[in-house]
């Protein structure tokens, strides 16, 4: 589960506490499984819409610093880690926004998909959805990136892949 959620949420000091709460949440949630998924996917399930609740209820660091008028040592401080090169925290950034525009059912899919690393039939029993239907999910969302970015369905594959 953290590594599905540190995947979400990147550097952010938040994450031990999502661990906790996703894993209050998989405990809740265990009298409702049907056991049609491992426990495995089924955590992974629980620890993406943790993450995606708490994206919804969280302001961009930079909007927050920007709102507060802060001085440029404190914007300094507050920045997210340069562990990676600009253009790729600006390919993440952008990617993420895209994801987060998406509907929720074709967000869900791809991030179970991608991040997750699930398979089809794995997302779809998990979400007890049929597989077509997650397949038809999944081929919008990435038609809507593919669109949103104006790249061919490889160079898509491969930057999502680096972000």
Do not use: N
Request: charged share 25%; aromatic share 4%; net charge positive.
């Amino acid at each position: 589960m953290m590594s599905v959620i540190r995947k979400m949420v990147l550097d952010s000091p938040d994450a031990e506490d999502l661990l906790q709460d996703a894993m209050v949440a998989f405990l809740a949630a265990l009298p409702r499984f049907r056991h049609t998924a491992s426990t495995r996917h089924f955590a992974c399930r629980v620890a993406v819409l943790t993450c995606m609740a708490y994206r919804r209820k969280q302001t961009p660091w930079y909007r927050r610093l920007w709102s507060d008028a802060a001085t440029l040592e404190e914007i300094a401080s507050s920045a997210p880690p340069a562990s990676t090169t600009v253009a790729a925290k600006q390919q993440q950034a952008m990617l993420r926004r895209l994801v987060e525009a998406l509907p929720p059912t074709q967000a869900e899919v791809l991030l179970m998909h991608v991040v997750a690393d699930q398979t089809l039939p794995e997302v779809a029993a998990a979400l007890q959805i049929p597989l077509e239907t997650a397949r038809s999910r999944l081929r919008l969302a990435l038609g809507r990136l593919r669109k949103s970015l104006d790249v061919s369905e490889q160079r898509l594959e491969d930057w999502m892949a680096e972000a």
